[in-house]
């Protein structure tokens, strides 16, 4: 039973979380909370792993959690949400934006994320939700890129044709049948844009393969 100086612990998380002021790629939507966070609000090691034996906090990652609404209201947050809030400069890409433009019709079973290659690989140490990163150059992860909307939440992703060209590129990592569907869903999409198809694929250098790939579909 959560004590009395723990309940006002707690509410002051919320109040903190209800008061931060909308910003873009804030983790509020998400009621996610850093270890610093909660210090400032006096909330320490005894307290946190009293309120996570409580379930009032679930540890998201070393250094965040998830606060949980106590009334349980909205207490299901997305797993959208919690990608918009860990990882706001990565972009949708592969399986996860197959998927999204409906070039496949096989859940994801990982959200699939491009990020920059120095990025560090501890950031994706979770244990939900579960995130494949894709590593790339920091200039490849600013051209052939829009906005979705996932469970309310606006994320960036790959548009149709930088997708394609991403997964003409991993061809070899992909399984055969969703690299078939792919192909075929794009080449059949009225929305492609062959042209900057083509000049995705130059800036990725990979030009020829593009148009060996796709020609045979056009």
Request: with cysteine; glycine share 4%; proline share 2%.
């Amino acid at each position: 039973m959560m004590t009395n100086a723990l309940r006002e612990k707690y509410n002051r998380i919320m109040a903190y979380i209800r008061s931060r002021s909308q910003e873009q790629h804030s983790n509020e939507n998400a009621q996610l909370i850093k270890t610093a966070e909660l210090a400032d609000l006096k909330v320490y090691y005894r307290d946190i792993a009293s309120l996570l034996s409580e379930g009032y906090l679930e540890k998201i990652r070393q250094g965040y959690y998830r606060v949980v609404l106590s009334d349980h209201a909205g207490n299901n947050q997305s797993e959208a949400a919690l990608i918009a809030a860990l990882y706001p400069d990565g972009v949708l890409c592969m399986y996860t934006a197959l998927f999204y433009y409906h070039y496949n019709d096989r859940t994801p079973l990982a959200w699939d994320i491009a990020v920059d290659k120095d990025t560090s690989k501890s950031r994706f140490a979770l244990d939900y939700p579960f995130v494949q990163p894709y590593y790339m150059e920091s200039a490849h992860l600013r051209y052939g890129v829009t906005l979705a909307d996932f469970d309310g939440y606006t994320l960036k992703i790959f548009d149709r044709d930088r997708l394609i060209c991403e997964c003409i590129r991993n061809e070899k990592k992909m399984d055969a049948e969703s690299y078939r569907k792919a192909i075929r869903g794009y080449t059949d999409d009225s929305k492609k844009s062959i042209a900057n198809l083509l000049a995705y694929a130059k800036k990725r250098g990979m030009l020829r393969k593009v148009k060996e790939r796709i020609g045979v579909w056009l």
